[in-house]
């Protein structure tokens, strides 16, 4: 089973003059649930190299038991710095593609062609891909090959707007995720602010906010093992 993670290379909070990238927790997560099952994963970012963190979600409040981890975990950080190039990436080589989120991805992934055109091929050839919290963005320009958004009609989720107005960036973001998904036509499924909601709707597989990112793995592994029964549309709040 190979799975490929998708992070943001961009570490400017709009005109702020502070810094965002990756958060922590969405990345190490799911990482830890693809790897202690045995999962061969790769790396990827626009960029390649290091992709940059977020700050806040290192922060001594935002440690999880997969953050610490990490951080005790030499060989992981390894490849963490040495992410491949998205450019290098060919779809066919892996079964699934996960994007963790922090607010990074808003500005780069959602416009980059290259990740444009891997989630399009995957999602083509019946691979599922999962996006969690600002993650789910990157599907802002994804077509399916009838040129519709695919999202379109989809039960989907990501950061909420009420999420985002607490944590005082409604304005500062280049687009909000709710209202982008809803725009384009998918049903958007809300659970509390910060509580764990993942959606999964045929090949697409979203969760809310942080707390979504475990289990949008766990989300993604059922997909590609065929634990779940094959429906149109899947929608469960996991708590």
């Not at 994963?41 to 990490?70: E, V, W, Y």
């Not at 960036?169 to 209202?179: A, G, H, K, R, S």
């Not at 998918?186 to 697409?204: E, F, I, Q, R």
């Amino acid at each position: 089973m190979k799975i490929l993670m998708v992070l943001t290379s961009h570490d400017k909070l709009g005109d702020t003059g502070k810094k965002t990238g990756f958060w922590l927790e969405e990345f190490t997560a799911p990482y830890y649930v693809f790897k202690d099952t045995g999962a061969e994963i790769t790396l990827a970012s626009p960029k390649g190299g290091q992709p940059p963190l977020d700050p806040k979600s290192d922060d001594l409040g935002s440690q999880t038991d997969s953050t610490r981890r990490f951080k005790a975990d030499q060989a992981s950080q390894a490849i963490l710095a040495s992410t491949r190039k998205l450019t290098e990436v060919v779809a066919g080589d892996y079964d699934a593609v996960f994007y963790p989120g922090g607010h990074g991805p808003l500005w780069d992934l959602a416009e980059d062609a290259s990740s444009i055109a891997l989630i399009e091929a995957m999602l083509k050839a019946g691979k599922p891909v999962a996006a969690v919290c600002h993650a789910p963005g990157v599907l802002r320009h994804c077509k399916t090959p009838s040129g519709d958004p695919v999202v379109g009609s989809k039960v989907v989720t990501g950061f909420s707007d009420t999420e985002e107005e607490a944590v005082g960036l409604t304005q500062i973001v280049p687009f909000l995720v709710e209202d982008t998904l809803k725009h384009l036509g998918g049903n958007y499924s809300k659970g509390p602010d910060w509580a764990p909601h993942v959606v999964t709707d045929g090949l697409l597989i979203t969760g809310q906010n942080p707390a979504s990112s475990e289990p949008a793995a766990r989300a993604l592994l059922a997909e590609l093992k065929g634990s779940k029964p094959q429906q149109s549309m899947q929608s469960q709040l996991t708590t």
